[in-house]
């Protein structure tokens, strides 16, 4: 994963796919990605996953326990697609923040949302997952959808989810996931590796994005590694629910 040195006085490196780069490099690129898909994000969603990433994030939503009133962060919440739902579930009395790296993404899902009418309680923040502008206890509920694997030190960011969470608080981690059976897999990596750059190519004119982000799902620590990472981080009560054979999972931790 993360500092794998050549030398002892080399910059730490990072995987950007399958690829090594210096740490200092991943989040250039990975936003070079981002600004690139931008604009297609929720087509190319819809594509790829077959209209499948709409019902996981219904279940993420389902598990939040996010409720009138609450204060709500959605990191990596690029397009707005949980935002707008928590938006309704909080109410006029609660608040939603959609925090993204990302600037291109933050502003296709304020012009999203807006266009909705459904972005009164919702603020719009460019922030670094690792290191949250926000204070200590102060939401009730953390989400992060197809964000995680993009982050260069995950554990830096978990433990910087649950800063800002309430004690009862919980943090929804939902991402790309190790199928759990040999044959999904052997489907899956086929999918990954040939249909999603083509399509890429195809509706956006660009493979190399749609390259990255199969290679990123690859790098991802697996559903017990990461449960692993979030229990290190300090939260309890850590479980995760595979959906579509474990192509996705939902890791949901309670802050103590």
Same mark, same amino acid.
């Given at each position: 994963?993360?500092?794998?040195?050549?030398?002892?006085?080399? @910059?730490? *490196?990072?995987?950007?796919?399958?690829?090594?780069?210096?740490?200092?490099?991943?989040?250039?690129?990975?936003? !070079?990605?981002?600004?690139?898909?931008? =604009?297609?994000?929720?087509?190319?969603?819809?594509?790829?996953?077959?209209?499948?990433?709409? &019902?996981?994030?219904?279940? %993420?939503?389902?598990?939040?326990?996010?409720?009138?009133?609450?204060?709500?962060? /959605?990191?990596?919440?690029?397009? +707005?697609?949980?935002?707008?739902?928590?938006?309704?579930?909080?109410?006029?009395?609660?608040?939603?923040?959609?925090?993204?790296?990302?600037?291109?993404?933050?502003?296709?899902?304020?012009?999203?949302?807006?266009?909705?009418?459904? =972005?009164? #309680? $919702?603020?719009?923040?460019?922030?670094?997952? @690792?290191? &949250?502008?926000?204070?200590?206890?102060?939401? /009730?509920?953390?989400? $992060?959808?197809?964000?995680?694997?993009?982050?260069?030190?995950? @554990?830096?960011? $978990?433990?910087?989810?649950?800063?800002?969470?309430?004690?009862?608080?919980? &943090?929804?981690?939902?991402?790309?996931?190790?199928?759990? #059976?040999?044959?999904?897999?052997?489907?899956?990596? %086929?999918?990954?590796?040939?249909?999603?750059? &083509?399509?890429?190519?195809?509706?956006? #004119?660009?493979? !190399?994005?749609?390259?990255?982000?199969?290679?990123?799902?690859?790098?991802?620590?697996?559903?017990? *590694?990461?449960?692993?990472?979030?229990?290190?981080?300090?939260?309890?009560?850590?479980?995760?629910?595979?959906?579509?054979?474990? $192509?996705?999972?939902?890791?949901? +931790?309670?802050?103590?």
């Amino acid at each position: 994963m993360t500092d794998q040195r050549k030398g002892s006085d080399a @910059e730490p *490196t990072t995987h950007f796919g399958f690829k090594n780069v210096p740490e200092s490099q991943k989040a250039e690129k990975v936003a !070079e990605v981002f600004h690139s898909v931008a =604009a297609k994000y929720d087509l190319m969603n819809d594509v790829l996953s077959g209209g499948m990433h709409r &019902l996981w994030k219904r279940f %993420t939503i389902e598990l939040s326990g996010v409720r009138t009133g609450n204060r709500v962060l /959605d990191i990596a919440g690029g397009t +707005g697609d949980l935002a707008a739902k928590f938006s309704k579930l909080v109410g006029p009395t609660g608040q939603v923040v959609l925090a993204d790296i990302n600037g291109s993404m933050l502003k296709v899902g304020r012009d999203r949302l807006l266009d909705k009418g459904v =972005a009164g #309680n $919702i603020e719009f923040v460019q922030a670094d997952a @690792e290191k &949250l502008p926000f204070p200590d206890n102060h939401f /009730d509920c953390v989400t $992060i959808a197809f964000g995680l694997r993009n982050v260069t030190h995950k @554990e830096d960011a $978990i433990r910087s989810m649950l800063r800002v969470l309430k004690p009862g608080g919980r &943090l929804l981690v939902l991402e790309f996931s190790k199928p759990t #059976n040999a044959l999904m897999s052997k489907v899956y990596d %086929t999918y990954s590796f040939a249909f999603m750059p &083509l399509m890429g190519k195809l509706i956006t #004119n660009d493979a !190399e994005s749609y390259r990255y982000l199969a290679e990123s799902i690859r790098m991802h620590p697996d559903q017990e *590694t990461l449960k692993s990472m979030m229990v290190e981080a300090g939260f309890d009560r850590v479980t995760y629910h595979n959906m579509t054979s474990g $192509i996705v999972a939902l890791h949901r +931790g309670i802050k103590p």
